[in-house]
């Protein structure tokens, strides 16, 4: 099956809200560190109601063992292609109720930071993903299987799911 849709996976969104960043477990982050992998924490993170869902939604890591190698870089040293890996459940709650889903975004991507600031993902596995208009109704979902995530300079975000599944976190913490 194949679909395209607006997206902004959980990764994406602590980088481009400039989040502060969390800690990752000491364990996780100490084996990776002797392979070239280093800590990429997930910041908390709140998103007004009606821009996701029709309440405000608010994000925390609750497993956070995620690591970034970075593999190729540009002329001027900056990151050209990263790998992320590890760990990473973000509890989404319902700022209006309280009520949370513990969403499994521990997913593996390669990112490829291209010059004009856009960004392709290739991934594998479960990411939380941010819908603003798209083929998907405007919400946060976690989409699992093997897929792309293209962003362009613009900021326009396409998932192409090769195969795979789609939960939609707002129908299940309204």
């Avoid at 602590?14 to 100490?30: D, E, I, N, R």
């Avoid at 997913?107 to 991934?123: L, N, P």
Wanted: charged letters at 20%; proline letters at 5%; a negative charge.
């Amino acid at each position: 099956m194949r679909r395209t849709v607006v997206a902004l996976t959980a990764f994406a969104a602590t980088t481009l809200m400039g989040a502060a960043p969390a800690s990752a477990s000491a364990p996780a982050v100490a084996a990776a560190a002797g392979l070239g992998w280093r800590p990429a924490p997930t910041a908390p993170w709140d998103v007004a109601a009606g821009v996701r869902c029709d309440f405000a939604v608010h994000g925390e890591p609750i497993v956070d063992e995620v690591v970034q190698r970075v593999s190729q870089t540009h002329p001027d040293g900056s990151p050209k292609r990263v790998a992320y890996k590890g760990d990473l459940v973000v509890r989404v709650t319902n700022k209006d109720t309280g009520d949370f889903y513990d969403a499994d975004a521990s997913g593996t991507a390669v990112v490829d930071y291209r010059r004009d600031g856009s960004q392709f993902w290739s991934v594998l596995g479960p990411v939380l993903v941010g819908i603003g208009e798209g083929n998907l109704d405007r919400g946060l979902y976690i989409i699992d299987g093997v897929y792309t995530l293209d962003i362009s300079s613009s900021g326009y975000r396409t998932v192409t799911m090769a195969h795979g599944s789609v939960i939609d976190i707002c129908e299940r913490i309204d």
